[in-house]
């Protein structure tokens, strides 16, 4: 009898689609998906609230807009898991590259808006370059690390600290100092990782505290943002009470979709504070599952990354979860007023075209990174993928 199913691809097959199948971490794109629907689905919560706030009337525009950067986001991340680890350096390369050549005329022909000017409008869409910046940066720098570490006569080390340096200046340029902060955790992991003496880590933190400390006292932006967290009557602080009102309202088994009321009180409701969205409508119990997924996904990935033999491979992959972890953490504490208000997307979860399309880039990265290279597939017994 002729089974009712046959899969596509067949463990014998060689072709590149075949190997790139058997050899993708399908668990992790599985999770990645399923982040994604739900981030759709959690929309039809925050569009109807979020809607009226632009020259918008369609009750469910953002819903839809949600749908095509999901979709989008999807596309990328499958398109880059499949490049080898020469694509994966040269997409690293010109996305950098990109990223930092429109980054640096922001101060220009940027767009203004919560403080920072730190997106470029392109006719209904708004590109934030820096969210592309994450990913590529940490590729390049894992890479240089690498070449520095050969004894070639390539100044890694040095290149890898200027490419680091000249997006942090950039960054605060705008001022984007939560991006700033994240990139500079997922660089010292990278820089101890490679192993480099551990003084040399001490340094480091050192002199991010100091400049974190100058910077309150030169830059209002973000010294507005700590005043407003230590008092709750400025706009950031009443988000971030908002927020939190909302988590409690919503208890153990939330309040029901779109029953929620405190989500009508937080601007940023379907972006950053998609978080007390969800906790209130849908309770304890979802949210749980979706930090259990992240933590899965990266805890999993670290553990795959550790075993790795190719040193850029590993600290390559372990950077970028590093960062996605970071963000979530972040996006997370936040939320529960743990922090100061970051503008940082909770992953997959959140609204915004930018930082989910960079978030399948970034996952693009690691499925590729992480799949099993050719060479590694034993060509005497093919079912051993």
């Not at 022909?109 to 920072?116: D, L, M, N, R, T």
């Amino acid at each position: 009898m002729a089974h009712a199913y046959a899969h596509p691809f067949t463990r014998t097959d060689r072709s590149p689609t075949a190997i790139w199948w058997w050899t993708l971490d399908r668990v992790t794109l599985t999770l990645a998906l399923i982040l994604l629907v739900l981030g759709f689905f959690f929309s039809f919560s925050s569009s109807p609230v979020a809607a009226p706030h632009t020259s918008h009337y369609d009750t469910f525009y953002y819903t839809k807009r949600h749908f095509v950067f999901a979709l989008l986001t999807a596309v990328v991340m499958i398109m880059v898991s499949m490049l080898s680890l020469k694509g994966i350096k040269r997409v690293s390369v010109l996305a950098y590259g990109g990223a930092i050549s429109i980054m640096a005329m922001l101060p220009l022909i940027g767009h203004a808006a919560k403080g920072g000017r730190r997106w470029l409008e392109l006719g209904p869409v708004a590109l934030q370059p820096s969210e592309f910046l994450k990913p590529a940066l940490i590729v390049l720098i894992a890479w240089m690390f690498c070449e520095g570490q050969k004894g070639k006569g390539v100044p890694g080390v040095t290149v890898a600290f200027c490419l680091y340096a000249l997006a942090i200046g950039l960054l605060l340029i705008q001022p984007d100092v939560g991006q700033s902060i994240l990139i500079t955790i997922a660089f010292g992991a990278c820089f101890f990782i490679s192993g480099v003496p551990f003084r040399w880590i001490i340094g480091m933190l050192g002199a991010a505290g100091t400049g974190l400390v100058g910077l309150f006292f030169i830059q209002p932006h973000f010294r507005n943002r700590i005043m407003g967290f230590i008092s709750p009557d400025a706009d950031s602080g009443f988000q971030v009470a908002r927020a939190k009102a909302a988590i409690a309202n919503g208890g153990l088994f939330g309040v029901g979709l779109n029953e929620g009321t405190m989500k009508r009180l937080i601007p940023d409701l379907h972006t950053d504070f998609i978080y007390s969205v969800v906790a209130e409508e849908y309770g304890l119990w979802l949210i749980l599952i979706i930090i259990g997924i992240f933590a899965f996904i990266i805890i999993r990935g670290l553990l795959k990354a550790m075993a790795m033999q190719d040193p850029f491979r590993q600290i390559a992959t372990s950077g970028l979860y590093i960062m996605l972890g970071m963000q979530v953490l972040i996006n997370v504490s936040v939320n529960l007023g743990l922090i100061p208000p970051k503008g940082m997307t909770l992953p997959f979860i959140s609204y915004g075209g930018s930082s989910m399309l960079a978030m399948g880039l970034t996952l693009g990265f690691i499925l590729a990174l992480t799949r099993r290279r050719q060479e590694e597939i034993p060509q005497d017994d093919p079912t051993k993928w």
